[in-house]
């Protein structure tokens, strides 16, 4: 199970906080295996996450499908509309999201011109994010080491809570079956690094790693 804090209302968001009131992006719903954009892509609009789960994924030269990370509340996604630029990823959503979305060139403009400092902020925090980008290769290694290393990496989110996202969904992600996403667990629990009694709990992070370590080369 993966969950994280959702955005429940403005009064926490902080774009709603920072606009007064006067936020101009729309409340919208996507079910979970939604595609929000497909990789290669030009978005036109941008996304901000107030509750749920997504992942941003890329299909290799030889067609095959890497998980590169996960994304859960007060992220912004497509961002590349912002520039007319491609989308690197593939952004589909892993439970049913909802979001706060605002079409490019009308955040561009609330954003402000060229030389003014949230201007500046933005182009860092996009400049930030296009070096982020080749992070993390979930499919690489044998089956036990990408359950380990996935899990590592998003402990955070690995927790007894609401918007849950199924099984067979993070199987996909990892390149494995169901039930083989289950043994892995199982197996991880057994030798105590992790408790999956409810949700999934990092007990060992010193063990897991070095698990998560073990094949990533294979």
């Given at each position: 199970m993966l969950s994280t804090t959702p955005v429940n209302d403005c009064?926490?968001?902080?774009?709603?906080?920072?606009?007064?009131?006067?936020?101009?992006?729309?409340?919208?719903t996507r079910?979970?295996?939604?595609t929000l954009c497909a990789q290669g892509e030009r978005p036109r609009t941008v996304h901000f996450v107030k509750e749920g789960?997504?992942?941003?994924?890329?299909?290799?030269?030889?067609?095959?499908?890497?998980?590169?990370?996960?994304?859960g509340p007060t992220s912004l996604l497509c961002t590349e509309a912002l520039q007319g630029?491609?989308?690197?990823?593939?952004?589909?959503?892993?439970s049913r999201v909802k979001l706060c979305s605002i079409v490019g060139d009308q955040m561009s403009t609330w954003v402000g011109p060229e030389r003014s400092p949230a201007r500046a902020v933005l182009d860092l925090l996009l400049?930030?994010?296009?070096?982020?980008?080749?992070?993390?290769n979930?499919?690489?290694?044998?089956?036990?080491?990408?359950?380990?290393?996935?899990?590592?990496?998003?402990?955070?989110?690995?927790?007894?809570?609401?918007?849950?996202?199924?099984?067979?969904?993070?199987?996909r992600l990892l390149g494995m079956r169901?039930?083989?996403l289950s043994r892995c667990l199982t197996r991880l629990e057994r030798d105590g690094v992790v408790d999956a009694s409810r949700?999934?709990?990092?007990l060992d992070a010193r063990r897991l790693a070095a698990i998560a370590t073990e094949d990533a080369n294979a």
């Open positions: 009064s926490a968001c902080s774009l709603g906080i920072a606009s007064q009131g006067r936020c101009r992006l729309t409340p919208t079910e979970a295996g939604a789960f997504v992942s941003l994924s890329v299909v290799s030269p030889r067609g095959s499908e890497m998980l590169l990370t996960l994304r630029d491609p989308s690197p990823f593939e952004v589909r959503a892993l400049t930030e994010g296009k070096m982020q980008r080749d992070e993390v979930y499919r690489q290694g044998d089956c036990l080491s990408r359950v380990a290393r996935f899990a590592l990496a998003h402990a955070r989110f690995l927790a007894d809570r609401p918007n849950a996202v199924r099984k067979q969904m993070v199987a169901a039930e083989t949700g999934v709990r990092v």
